[in-house]
Structures are given as C-alpha cells and as structure tokens.
C-alpha cells in the first residue's frame, strides 16, 4: 500500500478553537500517523502520513 506524508501551515483562526482536537480526531478517524501542535505565530503546524486519498482528504478538510 502507497503512503505518502505532507506537512502544513494552517492560518486563521485556529488556536484556542478546537482546531488541534479537531485535526487529531480527522486524522484519526481514517488512519493517519503525525502530529500537530500550535505555533508562536498563531498558526498551527501539522505533518500528517497515510493513504494518498486519506492524506489528501483531511489536507482538504484543512482548507474550509
């Protein structure tokens, strides 16, 4: 089986949200490995591994 693994920025509004539970449980919930955690400039940074479509999928989630 294909892995593939990204690392993203996510800006806005998303510390002090939810927004890191929210990721995890995403990530989770189709069998992604990574780690995502808050940055001192307010964003949030995220490697995410898995299944292309299940990697690609969540990043997409990511964007709305």
Not at 10 to 31: N, S
Not at 49 to 61: E, I, K, L, M, T
């Amino acid at each position: 089986m294909d892995r593939i693994g990204i690392h993203i920025i996510i800006r806005g509004r998303v510390q002090a949200v939810g927004y890191r539970a929210w990721l995890a449980d995403a990530a989770k919930a189709r069998g992604l490995s990574g780690w995502c955690r808050n940055l001192s400039t307010g964003e949030v940074e995220a490697v995410l591994s898995g299944p292309p479509d299940d990697v690609h999928a969540v990043r997409q989630a990511c964007m709305t």
